[in-house]
């Protein structure tokens, strides 16, 4: 029974457009720095965001450094944060000062809010993957568009709930994203930017 539901629980996934894996371009990186969002034309705060990328790494198996840690470390490397630039990010330093053997970076060229009915958030974000020993990018992926764009994915759990009339079996299920406001935003784009990205267990 348990092995039926298995299959039926991939079959319903592949329906759902599962995304597919994109491989790695280099060996698996061993520790992650998430560098702060670069932003061409906003000023919005986008720690929220970068603190969810970090947390769906993490969930990913990647050993990751964000926030403050990865901002402290920066800096004591050398990048200078008034001038963000991913050309400037000091890879050679991070690598011999820190073992960091790679960088989370993000570009945002666009990141609005607009309160209201519809789908008030307007986004293009494209994150980056790059080895510190030669800057070579293992894997990249963006994402752009409006908010109905990734909000409403579906999404098979066939854990996630259970039959009422057969408790011991579960049964798959569909999940639709509602955003609300921008903290959730951040937290299913950072979810759909990462969802190709192999776990770093292979």
């Known amino acids: 029974m348990r092995v039926l539901l298995g299959m039926l ?20 990186p061993g520790s992650v720095l998430v560098v ?7 000023s ?5 965001f970068d603190l969810a990328l970090g947390a769906q790494l993490t969930q990913r198996g990647y050993l990751t450094q964000v926030g403050m840690a990865a901002v402290g470390k920066l800096h004591r490397a050398g990048w200078d944060h008034k001038k963000p630039r991913v050309e400037t990010i000091p890879f050679g330093a991070l690598l011999a000062e820190y073992g960091i053997d790679a960088v989370w970076t993000t570009e945002v060229s666009d990141w609005r809010y607009e309160p209201g009915d519809g789908s008030p958030f307007v986004f293009s974000v494209r994150c980056s993957l790059i080895a510190t020993r030669d800057k070579r990018v293992l894997w990249t992926d963006s994402v752009n568009g409006r908010q109905n764009a990734v909000n409403r994915r579906a999404r098979v759990d066939p854990f996630a709930d259970r039959d009422p009339f057969e408790s011991a079996d579960p049964i798959p299920w569909r999940v639709e994203n509602e955003v609300i406001e921008p903290r959730e935003m951040a937290e299913l784009l950072a979810r ?3 969802e190709r990205l192999p776990g770093a267990g292979g």
């Open 9 to 28: 629980s991939c079959a319903l996934a592949a329906c759902a457009g599962a995304p597919e894996v994109k491989p790695l371009r280099g060996p698996t």
């Open 36 to 42: 702060p969002s670069i932003q061409r034309n906003s």
């Open 44 to 48: 919005d705060n986008l720690s929220a």
């Open 192 to 194: 759909r930017l990462t």
